[in-house]
């Protein structure tokens, strides 16, 4: 990966865990005209304590990167997380595309 956009950051409620969901970029070749661009290959939830570097993450699979601008988070408790990945229907109203459920004392 070459780069990254984070979408959103979220801390649990009494503080003890932070997550942050990040657009990844890759680079690719355009064969048309030879030009190398950058391309949304992955959406990643990176997952730790906060004030620490969030090495661990979990691919967020099942979407289109590049289809995805609009990202929820909400706590259940301490642990479970729960990642909406948001969509704009044709009324432009935000609708839930995708959810992830994730307890991170067992990741």
Do not use: C
Not at 28 to 35: N, Q, V
Not at 82 to 98: A, D, G
């Amino acid at each position: 990966m070459i780069r990254n956009v984070s979408l959103t950051t979220s801390t649990s409620p009494n503080k003890q865990n932070i997550v942050e969901v990040k657009k990844m970029y890759k680079q690719i070749t355009d064969y048309f005209d030879y030009e190398q661009k950058q391309k949304a290959d992955s959406l990643r939830m990176y997952y730790g304590q906060p004030g620490s570097t969030l090495n661990q993450y979990k691919e967020l699979q099942g979407i289109q990167p590049s289809m995805i601008h609009d990202v929820n988070v909400h706590w259940k408790s301490e642990q479970h997380v729960i990642i909406n990945i948001m969509k704009t229907n044709h009324q432009h109203k935000n609708k839930v595309y995708k959810r992830f459920n994730y307890n991170l004392s067992e990741m």
